[in-house]
C-alpha cells in the first residue's frame, strides 16, 4: 500500500495533476502509459475539469516535450477563418491575404498540437483533419502544393462526439480516428475527496505569488466545499479559493466565510442542507428542527474552536487529552443534518423546555447513559464515540450512578 500511494504522489509531481482519487489514480496511469508514444489521443471531460493539463502532461513526458506545444482552442475561432489558423494561407487566398501566413499545424511541426473543442469545427475542416492524422500533410488555405508536417495531435471536448456522429455533427471516421485512445477527466463532484487537496494547493500558490499570508482551512471548511456541486469544475474552484484567500488574507478560513462566499454563485439550500425549514412540519416540529439547526451549527464552531486550541499547542497529541478536557456538548450536537433524523427519533433531552433547565452536569449524564446504550452499554465503544479515555468513562458511570437496565 505504501508504494502505491508514493508511486501516485511521484505521478502527481510528475504531471502537475494532484488528485487521490480513484479515477484520477486511474488517468494519471494512462498518461503514464500513453505519453511516450506517438498516439493521438481525444480527451474527454467537462469544461474547467483539466483537460489541458492532460494534455500538456502527455506532450512534456513525450519524446516531443522540448519541442513546441501549441494549444488551439477550436470554439473560438470563426468557422470562416479556422482553416487559415489552423493550415495557413497563401499570398492572395482572400480579401486581406497580403502575405504567406503559417498556420498553427506548422508552428507545432515537431512537437503536439492541442485541438481543445475539437467538436466545434466546421465538418469541411474535419475532412483536412483526418488527411493530417492520417497522412501527415495538409494544403494550405490558396496553395496547391501539399505540405507535410510531423505533429502529434490530441483533441479535447467536453461534448459528447458519439451523440455527434449519430446526429452527423461530427464525422465518424475522424471521431473513430482519435477515440483509439480517450482519457476521461472526471468532475470535480465526483472526485470530491480531491477537494482539500486541490484547496490547499490553489491557497498556497496564491498566497506565494501575491505575498499573502495563509494560515490554512478549518476541517469544517473542506466539509462545505465538498456539499458545493462545482458546475465549473476546478477552474471554478481555483477561482473561489483565490478570491476567498485574497480577500482573506491572514486568518484561517472557516465554514461561515465559505458560505458567504458561495452564496453568491449558490442557493442557501445548495450550501447549506439545514435550510430551510419545511413548511409542512407542526408547529412544534418546526421549533424542534429550528433548534437541531442550532445545535449543527454550534456543534461545527465548537470543532473549529478545538482545533484552533490544537493548532496553538503544536506539542499536545489527541490522544493525550485529559478528562478536564473533554466536552460534552460535542456529543449532544448532532452530526447529521436534521432533515436526515425522523421526528420521532429526536431525542427528549433536545426538547426546548428541556433544554433551559439541564445543567451541565445533567446534559452530560444523558449523552453518557445514551451512548451507552447506544452500544449496549459496551465501555471501549462508548468511549471512543465520546472522545473520552475509559477510565474516565468508568468514574463518570460510578460519580452519576448509571446502570445497565434488565
Request: aromatic share 6%; net charge neutral.
Amino acid at each position: 500500500m505504501y508504494f502505491e500511494e508514493t508511486q501516485n504522489d511521484t505521478l502527481q509531481k510528475r504531471f502537475g495533476i494532484l488528485g487521490k482519487s480513484e479515477s484520477v489514480q486511474s488517468m494519471l496511469a494512462t498518461i503514464e502509459q500513453v505519453a511516450p508514444t506517438d498516439i493521438s489521443v481525444l480527451i474527454a471531460g467537462d469544461s474547467g475539469s483539466g483537460k489541458e493539463l492532460v494534455a500538456a502532461a502527455l506532450h512534456k513526458n513525450s519524446r516531443r516535450g522540448h519541442k513546441p506545444f501549441v494549444i488551439v482552442n477550436c470554439g473560438a475561432i470563426p468557422a470562416g477563418i479556422i482553416e487559415s489558423e489552423l493550415f495557413g494561407h497563401k499570398k492572395g487566398a482572400f480579401t486581406g491575404a497580403q502575405s504567406d501566413r503559417k498556420g498553427y499545424f506548422q508552428t507545432a511541426d515537431g512537437g503536439t498540437i492541442f485541438l481543445d473543442e475539437i467538436g466545434e469545427t466546421p465538418l469541411e475542416t474535419q475532412v483536412k483533419l483526418l488527411r493530417v492524422l492520417e497522412q501527415g500533410e495538409f494544403l494550405p488555405v490558396g496553395s496547391s502544393m501539399k505540405m507535410k508536417v510531423d505533429v502529434r495531435i490530441i483533441a479535447a471536448s467536453n461534448r459528447n462526439l458519439e451523440k455527434d456522429v449519430e446526429s452527423g455533427a461530427f464525422r465518424k471516421d475522424l471521431f473513430y480516428r482519435l477515440k483509439a485512445i480517450t482519457i476521461n477527466v472526471p468532475s470535480l463532484k465526483d472526485r470530491k475527496e480531491d477537494i482539500p487537496i486541490l484547496a490547499n494547493k490553489f491557497a498556497k500558490d496564491c498566497a506565494v505569488r501575491n505575498q499573502i499570508l495563509f494560515k490554512g482551512f478549518y476541517e469544517g471548511a473542506y466539509q462545505v466545499m465538498s456539499q458545493h456541486t462545482w458546475p465549473g469544475n476546478i477552474r471554478e474552484l481555483k477561482n473561489f479559493i483565490e478570491s476567498m484567500v485574497i480577500l482573506e488574507k491572514g486568518g484561517v478560513i472557516k465554514t461561515d466565510v465559505i458560505y458567504r462566499y458561495l452564496n453568491a454563485d449558490s442557493s442557501p439550500t445548495e450550501l447549506n442542507p439545514l435550510l430551510p425549514v419545511k413548511l409542512d412540519r407542526s408547529v412544534d416540529q418546526a421549533e424542534r428542527e429550528l433548534i437541531l439547526q442550532q445545535l449543527f451549527m454550534l456543534r461545527r464552531e465548537i470543532a473549529e474552536m478545538k482545533e484552533t486550541l490544537t493548532r496553538s499547542l503544536p506539542g499536545r497529541a489527541m490522544g493525550d487529552r485529559a478528562a478536564d478536557e473533554y466536552n460534552p456538548a460535542l456529543e449532544v450536537l448532532p452530526e447529521e443534518s436534521p432533515h436526515e433524523i425522523v421526528n420521532d427519533e429526536i431525542p427528549a433531552i433536545l426538547n426546548p423546555q428541556m433544554l433551559g433547565n439541564l445543567t451541565a452536569a445533567q446534559v452530560e449524564k444523558e449523552l453518557i447513559l445514551r451512548s451507552l446504550q447506544r452500544f449496549n452499554f459496551n465501555k471501549r465503544k462508548t468511549a471512543q464515540a465520546l472522545e473520552m479515555a475509559e477510565r474516565t468513562l468508568y468514574r463518570k458511570i460510578k460519580e452519576y450512578g448509571i446502570a445497565k437496565e434488565n
